[in-house]
């Protein structure tokens, strides 16, 4: 064979092996691969993630914006989540609706804005009379509340990570006393989860509004009262220029718990690189999340009075009589919903036993 002939067949058998290759693998199917900084190879994500709380809220919006950098900073670039605020992408109530339905890759939400349409989602998003935050936490990582909500939210299409926890609301911004539980009779008032149906049993009169909402709600009267988070939270949202005294405990919401949720079939197509960073990257933002959240109340109490601010706790008499309501409404729920009443179980098993624990371990609140 000549010189010329030789060099034309090397030419054609790589052409021939690129075609190959082009066949098997089509242009623009496969991600780029960039290096972590482990040097492995992680495929590379751009995801759309829409949020239910303002980034600009500390503790409860920010800690979105600390999982995604970690992410982005341990992946070189390769896992990249685009925050968008409520209501850019989509409704702050509809998150897992449109992770569901493939209009976005992924959500930040609390799961029991779920409650209408999936009953016990209610209880992995908060409990009145619940468990504290680390005791949520074991039963999330160390029992079976990991295993029980995937479960749950796979029939919905959706796989959901414990990504944030905070610790208690309070038990909400009122401009009257509440002096007994027949002064919420009638009372228009901001309230979610369970704590709402209790209240609502008492004669509250109650509605469901995003946070970004309810200033105005509370200052032109659409409202009498509400509850939204913490007290760092609540103070940024102006609800303490309305409304002058601020009630505790947050015996609705003893913990209230964020997850990253993303849509079934786009968390099956990552490999398990990929999946772990989604894990670690979320129980980094639980442990994070909560620090922050601790450490930004006590500043904020100890500036109520130069507000005018009241920071009161309920009679013990108000809250047995709560504890006592919120026991028949969870029992009614856990009566006509299966999942609810398999959730409520495995939380009820799991205090039980960490009571023991809990009882002697700790000292007294007021030591």
Known sequence: MSNRAASIAVVIALVVGMLATLAIRPPGNQPSIKQNGSGQGVPQLRWRVPVAFSTNLKALGDNVVFVAETLSIETNGAIELAIYEPGELVPAFNIVDAVREGKVQAGYTWVGYDQGKIPASALIGAVPFGMEPWEFSAWWYEADGRELTEALYARYGVHPILCGLIGPETAGWFREPIESLSDLQGLKIRFAGLGGK??????????????????????????????????NVDESLGFDRIAK???????????????????????????????????????????????????????????????????????????????????????????????????????????????????????????
Not at 208 to 228: H, R, W
């Open 198 to 231: 209790v209240i609502e049993r008492l004669g509250a009169s109650v509605t469901m509004l995003p946070g970004g909402e309810i200033f105005q709600a509370l200052e032109k009267g659409a409202i009498d009262a509400t509850e939204f988070s913490l007290p």
């Open 245 to 367: 005294l601020n009630y505790y405990p947050g015996w609705h919401q003893t913990y209230t718990s964020a997850h990253l949720v993303i849509n079934a079939e786009q968390w099956s197509s990552l490999n398990s690189a990929q999946k772990r960073l989604f894990d670690t990257a979320c129980t980094a933002g639980v442990t994070r999340n909560l620090a922050r959240a601790e450490a930004l109340q006590g500043p904020v109490l100890a500036g109520f009075p130069a507000k005018g601010v009241k920071a009161i706790r309920l009679p013990i008499p108000i809250l047995r009589e709560l504890n006592r309501v919120t026991d028949e409404v969870m029992a009614e729920e856990a009566s006509n919903d299966e999942d609810f009443r398999i959730i409520r179980a495995s939380q009820q098993s799991f205090r039980k036993i960490y009571a023991r624990w809990k009882r002697l371990a700790y000292l007294p609140r007021d030591f």
